[in-house]
């Protein structure tokens, strides 16, 4: 079945957001095992690792979130819907995902003005560096997430194997 611009556009976006997360990932790897380095073989101490890794830690997860809907790897507990005829699978899937995009819209929400509390009042973290930079992945993540989860509920049956 052939997407429209609009579903390759929103999926192409997940697999971006997916590959910043994971630089995210790889970075915060790097600043914990800089930190240990520093302090068992010098004997000192880098404030910066544990800033680090708190400002990549929402980044990490929220720009993830679109491409596992994406790929439906968004953990499930499906013992008794496996037990249920394809029809019914299938209507519980799109009820389950739209809650997941109604929680999704009011997560993005509050992110929203988190970020735009910390921007406005100039919150930074002690190493100095702004924390709206880091919140503005949680309504970033949650709206491409939004758009995923449109894409998936719009998809006939059959495309995605459900």
């Known amino acids: 079945m052939r997407k429209n611009r609009f579903s390759a556009a929103v999926e192409a976006s997940a697999r971006l957001l997916a590959s910043v997360g994971a630089i995210c990932a790889f970075l915060m790897f790097v600043a914990i095992m800089v930190d240990i380095v520093w302090r068992e073989f010098l004997r000192g101490s880098t404030e910066y690792a544990v800033d680090l890794s708190e400002l990549l830690m929402a980044p990490l997860v929220f720009l993830m979130l679109p491409y596992v809907a994406q790929v439906g790897a968004n953990v499930k507990v499906d013992i008794i819907v496996d037990s249920l005829r394809p029809r019914l699978r299938r209507a519980l899937g799109v009820v389950a995902n739209i809650l997941m995009l109604a929680f999704s819209a009011l997560i993005g929400w509050a992110g929203w003005l988190a970020t735009y ?45 459900h």
């Open 117 to 161: 509390d910390a921007y406005r009042f100039s919150s930074i973290t002690e190493s100095g560096i702004p924390k709206w930079l880091s919140l503005a992945s949680m309504p970033f993540g949650c709206f491409v997430l939004c758009l995923q989860l449109m894409v998936i509920i719009g998809t006939p049956a059959t495309a995605k194997g």
